[in-house]
């Protein structure tokens, strides 16, 4: 679809990059659900629990990071519509999608260098990423690293997209809303459901272990964990939606240009 639906140069790097996360992605997660049926334990190694942690945060801040990219993109194309048409687009794109695959590999560093996998000798199992008491503590780096994560990796491009969209529906008329409208439901969607609740959860576990050393909301991060990686089942209907918002793009481009030659 990407090669045959989608004509505009921009939009298809951008949507080739995060369908390579996702892809990227659903090739490690046959180890995650291995793990979980084998009682979370994990056998594969920490070289590869290392890799998979890696893999499995890396997709959800490159998918939050592309989509904000996404809607950077679609609010200069409709708010500022001649700003965008001189623009080099394909430049634009490929530079922001290196800069967001760097910017994510510097993140993700951390979580590749440091230990994952932990022995837990009153269940007999190694666990992947899923224990802290298994550590002395939780260093000042480790607390700083993850809120960041959370912070800047989440809850700041969420604010980016609200504001890119509600820009979009109070630029265009009322009759334009209609594809707008449920690009940026879907994309609410997905941050609602895959994205807010494990980075607030994840700021808020933290938080609690640094300062009181409690641990009682990480089995309820372990659910969000799991609901984050529905982004990747969401992306492909993100597709369509925005194949199908390209012909009116260049219809509201034509109108305002017409307008404006009055």
Sequence with gaps: MLLFRIRSVCTAVLYT???ASDLLFCIMLPFKIAYHINGNNWIFGETMCRAATAVFYGNMYCSILLLTCISVSRYVAIVHPFTYKSLPKRAYAIAACAAVWAVVFLYMLPLAIMQQSYYVKQLGIYT????????????????????????????????????????????????????????????LTIFAI?????????????????????DGLYSFYLIALCLSSLNSCLDPFLYFLMSKIR????????????SREK
């Design 17 to 19: 990059n995060l369908a």
């Design 247 to 258: 012909s009116q793009s260049n219809i509201y481009l034509t109108m305002v240009k017409i």
């Design 194 to 214: 895959c994205f807010v609740p494990s980075n607030v959860i994840l700021i808020i576990h933290h938080v609690n272990y640094y300062y009181h050393n409690t």
């Design 128 to 187: 992947c990423h899923d224990v802290h008491s298994a550590c002395e503590a939780v260093s000042s780096f480790q607390f700083y690293y993850y809120v960041s994560l959370a912070v800047f990796g989440s809850l700041m491009p969420l604010a980016t997209i609200v504001f890119c969209y509600v820009s979009i529906i109070r630029t265009l008329k009322t009759h334009e809303w209609f594809w707008y409208v449920k690009v940026s439901l879907l994309i």
